[in-house]
């Protein structure tokens, strides 16, 4: 499944089109602050984009779905643990300069297991909770899309209200370490990875790490 990347807003958020060589279908992910500009590339792909899939909730990530989602009457995605933080959006999204209208409600849960079609290839769904507790993974092909959960050399907040240390261990470690360790991590900030990289490397969670997590729960 072709993948582009944008690096969009304040946050330089990696906002992501995933689309199928076979048809126009495309879903676009986390459409952060900025990422409005992608709407001149997709036109110029002639891409219909099927779905509007956020990772999690928070603001910086969903700062586009009104956007995207009244444009063209797509379907959005999210977990529904992360409602509440979708609810707070116009509240909660002006530190970054702007603001930020309601998104609209999502009418897909993105649950553990549930599987997405673009044209004719698949997008899985790994419910990961720990950045928050409605955040989710998508693997596709060769790639996992992880969000705010795992990065390049790092793991994502857990400080935030709803995060939590623990479940964003197990997270990484019972749902993307155990991919294969050649799929590409594609994370919702900074630069790709992985599987192998993180999974031996990562000074949190990786075999080799050189951070004492405990020392961080307080």
């Not at 790994?126 to 899309?145: I, K, M, Q, R, Y």
Request: charged fraction near 20%; charge should be negative; glycine fraction near 10%.
């Amino acid at each position: 499944m072709p993948i582009q990347r944008f690096v969009v807003g304040p946050m330089a958020n990696n906002c992501y089109i995933l689309f199928s060589e076979g048809s126009n279908d495309a879903a676009i992910v986390d459409p952060g602050m900025g990422s409005e500009v992608l709407d001149q590339w997709i036109s110029q792909k002639e891409l219909q984009i099927k779905y509007v899939l956020n990772t999690h909730g928070h603001a910086d990530h969903v700062f586009n779905n009104s956007f995207f989602v009244q444009k063209r009457d797509e379907v959005l995605g999210i977990g529904f643990e992360d409602i509440p933080l979708l609810e707070q959006l116009e509240s909660s999204g002006g530190w970054m300069g702007a603001q930020p209208e309601a998104s609209p409600v999502p009418s897909i849960d993105l649950k553990d297991g549930l599987e997405l079609q673009i044209g004719s290839e698949m997008i899985s769904i790994l419910a990961t909770p720990g950045h928050t507790p409605g955040s989710t993974c998508f693997v596709f092909e060769d790639s996992v899309l992880t969000g705010d959960t795992l990065f390049a050399g790092s793991i994502g907040r857990f400080d935030f209200p709803g995060g939590s240390l623990p479940d964003l261990v197990a997270s990484i470690k019972e749902k993307i370490f155990v991919l294969e360790p050649d799929v590409v991590v594609l994370p919702g900030h900074n630069d790709l990875s992985t599987v192998e990289k993180e999974k031996n490397d990562n000074p949190f969670v990786g075999s080799n790490s050189t951070i004492d997590l405990s020392s961080l729960e307080n």
